[in-house]
C-alpha cells in the first residue's frame, strides 16, 4: 500500500542531510595560525578564517563562537575500508587496474567492487559499519575520509547497480556524514540498518529502513524525506519519491533444524501483498559472511552447494512496488548426508541401488515393507557397506521400500532416509513402479 509522501510517522520535511559546512566552537588556546596549519588545506590561509569568523583582531580569538568552516577548506585523512569476507566472483578495481579479493585486504577510496550471480562481498568500515554488497551489483567508493578539525567521519559509497545493505554505527559528531547515493538518490544516516538498491533497466533507486532512520532524496534536492524504521521509498528519474510501508517478515514454515539433503530447503508461509520472497544463508548471525541468497516466486526454495555448519537463514518479503520488507533469521545445522534409491529387475531378481553425497564413514540400511510404507517388514538388512542388494523370489504383490544411511564424520553421527517408494509386482519377473 503506497502512502502519501506527505504522511508525518515516515516522510517529514528535513534540512538536506548534506551538509557543506562543520561546525567549530572556538576554545581557549585557538590561534587563526595553528587553526589554519593544522587543519585547513595549503590553499586556505588564515586571512580567510578571520574573515570568515568575522573577527578583526586576529591575536585575539572570542571563545565559545561558533565558527561554520566549508568542508573543502577542511583537511582530512582518509581511512580505507576492509574486506571482512566474501564468497563467490567478486572483482575489484581502481584506476582500470583488477585487485585480487582476500578477506583483510584494504579498499580505499576510488575502489569499485562488482558481484556476480550468487556472490557476495562484505566491508568493514573504520568506525565498525558494515557493508553487505549482495548478488548481481556494483558499488564504489567514494569517500572515506575523517575532518582533522572535529573528527567526525564523511563517507560515500555509490551503488552504480543492484544493491547495498549497511548496519552504521552512529555517528559521534553532529557534522558527520554517512551517504549512499545512486545515480538518482541519496540517502544519509546517523546511525541506523537500511538498504539501497538501484535497478539501472528502469532506472529507479529505492531505500528500505530496517532500524533507525534515514533522510532519502534526489541527490541535489533541498529537502528530504525522513523515513523510520519498517517504511521504505521509490524513485523513478524525474519523479517524486513515494513512501510505504514495508513488508512484515515473513515466516518459514516448519524449518528442518538439520538440513542433509543435496540442496539446504525452506518454504516461506505466504503474504498477501508479496510478489516474491527472499532468504539468504549466512554463516554468522549478523550476517557478515553470506553464503548465497535465492528469490522464489511462490516462497519454495532449495539450494544446492551449502557447505557444512552451523549456519543462519534470513527470509524477506518483495512488494509489487519492488521494496524488500523486514526480515526474520532462524538457525540451523547443514550437515551433507543425502541418500537416493532405485530399483531395476534383473535375471536373479531385482537389483535395489543407492548413491548419495557426504563424507565420512556411512553405512546403510534396507527395509522392505508389504502392501503399505507402515506395513509388516518383509527384509530388514543394517549396517550394509555397499551400495546394491538383491532380492530374489519375490512373490506378486504391492511392496514399499526405502534405504537408510547412517554417516559418521568427526565423532557426529547423522541418520536420513528416502521417502517409502511403491513397487508393484504383477509379473515376477517385471517391476512396475508407482
Given at each position: 500500500m503506497f502512502l502519501a509522501v506527505a504522511l508525518q510517522t515516515a516522510a517529514v520535511a528535513s534540512p538536506p542531510a548534506q551538509s557543506e559546512t562543520i561546525s567549530y566552537v572556538i576554545r581557549r588556546g585557538d590561534t587563526l595560525e595553528r587553526l589554519s596549519r593544522s587543519f585547513l588545506v595549503p590553499e586556505r590561509r588564515w586571512q580567510a578564517l578571520l574573515k570568515l569568523a568575522g573577527i578583526r583582531n586576529p591575536k585575539r580569538l572570542p571563545v565559545g563562537r561558533q565558527l561554520r568552516i566549508p568542508r573543502q577548506w577542511l583537511r582530512f585523512k582518509v581511512e580505507p575500508a576492509r574486506l571482512a569476507s566474501y564468497r563467490g566472483t567478486v572483482s575489484l578495481s581502481i584506476g582500470g587496474r583488477t585487485i585480487s579479493p582476500s578477506p583483510g585486504a584494504i579498499v580505499g577510496e576510488g575502489t569499485q567492487i562488482a558481484t556476480a550471480g550468487n556472490s557476495f562481498a562484505t566491508l568493514m568500515l573504520a568506525d565498525r559499519s558494515q557493508v553487505v554488497i549482495p548478488s548481481q551489483s556494483r558499488v564504489r567508493i567514494r569517500e572515506l575520509r575523517r575532518i582533522l578539525l572535529t573528527g567526525a567521519i564523511d563517507y560515500r559509497i555509490d551503488?552504480?547497480?543492484?544493491?547495498?545493505?549497511?548496519?552504521?554505527?552512529?555517528?559521534?559528531?553532529?557534522?558527520?556524514?554517512?551517504?549512499?547515493?545512486?545515480?538518482?538518490?541519496?540517502?544519509?544516516?546517523?546511525?541506523?540498518?537500511?538498504?539501497?538498491?538501484?535497478?539501472?533497466?528502469?532506472?529507479?533507486?529505492?531505500?528500505?529502513?530496517?532500524?533507525?532512520?534515514?533522510?532519502?532524496?534526489?541527490?541535489?534536492?533541498?529537502?528530504?524525506?525522513?523515513?523510520?524504521?519498517?517504511?521504505?521509498?521509490?524513485?523513478?528519474?524525474?519523479?517524486?519519491?513515494?513512501?510505504?510501508?514495508?513488508?512484515?517478515?515473513?515466516?518459514?514454515?516448519?524449518?528442518?533444524?538439520?538440513?542433509?539433503?543435496?540442496?539446504?530447503?525452506?518454504?516461506?508461509?505466504?503474504?498477501?501483498?508479496?510478489?516474491?520472497?527472499?532468504?539468504?544463508?549466512?554463516?554468522?548471525?549478523?550476517?557478515?559472511?553470506?553464503?548465497?541468497?535465492?528469490?522464489?516466486?511462490?516462497?519454495?526454495?532449495?539450494?544446492p552447494d551449502i557447505p557444512n555448519g552451523n549456519l543462519f537463514v534470513r527470509v524477506s518479503a518483495i512488494a509489487r512496488s519492488g521494496l524488500e520488507g523486514m526480515a526474520q533469521a532462524y538457525s540451523f545445522t547443514r550437515r551433507l548426508a543425502s541418500i537416493h534409491g532405485s530399483v531395476e529387475a534383473g535375471e536373479d531378481g531385482y537389483r535395489f541401488r543407492w548413491s548419495g553425497a557426504g563424507s565420512g564413514t556411512r553405512r546403510y540400511r534396507f527395509q522392505l515393507m508389504r502392501d503399505t510404507p507402515q506395513g509388516a517388514l518383509m527384509v530388514d538388512e543394517v549396517a550394509l557397506a555397499h551400495d546394491t542388494l538383491t532380492l530374489r523370489r519375490l512373490a506378486g504383490g504391492i511392496y514399499y521400500w526405502r534405504v537408510g544411511l547412517v554417516q559418521i564424520e568427526g565423532g557426529e553421527v547423522t541418520e536420513s532416509w528416502t521417502d517409502p517408494e511403491k513397487l508393484t509386482i504383477t509379473d515376477p519377473s517385471r517391476p512396475r513402479r508407482q
Open positions: 551503488v552504480e547497480k543492484g544493491r547495498l545493505e549497511t548496519r552504521v554505527t552512529p555517528l559521534e559528531q553532529p557534522s558527520g556524514r554517512y551517504r549512499i547515493r545512486t545515480p538518482i538518490s541519496m540517502t544519509a544516516v546517523r546511525g541506523t540498518e537500511f538498504r539501497v538498491s538501484f535497478e539501472e533497466t528502469g532506472r529507479t533507486a529505492a531505500t528500505e529502513v530496517l532500524a533507525g532512520s534515514v533522510a532519502f532524496s534526489a541527490p541535489e534536492a533541498p529537502t528530504a524525506l525522513a523515513l523510520d524504521r519498517s517504511f521504505g521509498a521509490t524513485l523513478d528519474q524525474g519523479g517524486e519519491p513515494r513512501v510505504e510501508k514495508l513488508l512484515g517478515a515473513p515466516d518459514l514454515d516448519d524449518p528442518a533444524p538439520l538440513q542433509t539433503r543435496d540442496a539446504v530447503a525452506f518454504r516461506a508461509r505466504k503474504l498477501a501483498d508479496a510478489i516474491r520472497y527472499r532468504v539468504v544463508i549466512a554463516s554468522d548471525a549478523g550476517f557478515i559472511d553470506n553464503i548465497a541468497e535465492q528469490f522464489s516466486d511462490d516462497g519454495v526454495f532449495a539450494l
